[in-house]
């Protein structure tokens, strides 16, 4: 997610996602963007590495929600999504 922020301050943006499916154990992340100046952009990405499980491998299929605390002049300016497969020959995703 690219956060922007619109204002004449610095500011800090936190968002934690989850992940899982019915029935399944999920994965929560926390991140927190650093500060971010005035007319600039910052990125917040979710990833494996982000949770205290050294064996997880990736954060499942399906994000459940992305939550984040936005303060005053603080916007969404863009959100995407990406995947990687392991078919056994090659890595593909999107």
């Not at 934690?16 to 992340?29: E, N, P």
């Not at 650093?34 to 050294?54: K, L, R, W, Y």
Request: proline share 3%; with cysteine.
């Amino acid at each position: 997610m690219q956060i922007a922020n619109n204002g004449s301050g610095a500011l800090t943006v936190s968002c934690s996602k989850l992940s899982g499916y019915f029935g399944s154990a999920g994965t929560a992340v926390a991140k927190t963007a650093g500060s971010i100046d005035p007319a600039a952009s910052a990125h917040v990405d979710f990833s494996a590495d982000d949770t205290p499980d050294e064996q997880d491998g990736d954060l499942g299929y399906y994000a459940v929600g992305i939550v984040c605390n936005l303060p005053t002049h603080a916007v969404i300016a863009e959100t995407r999504a990406a995947w990687y497969d392991e078919d056994g020959v090659a890595t593909v995703g999107g």
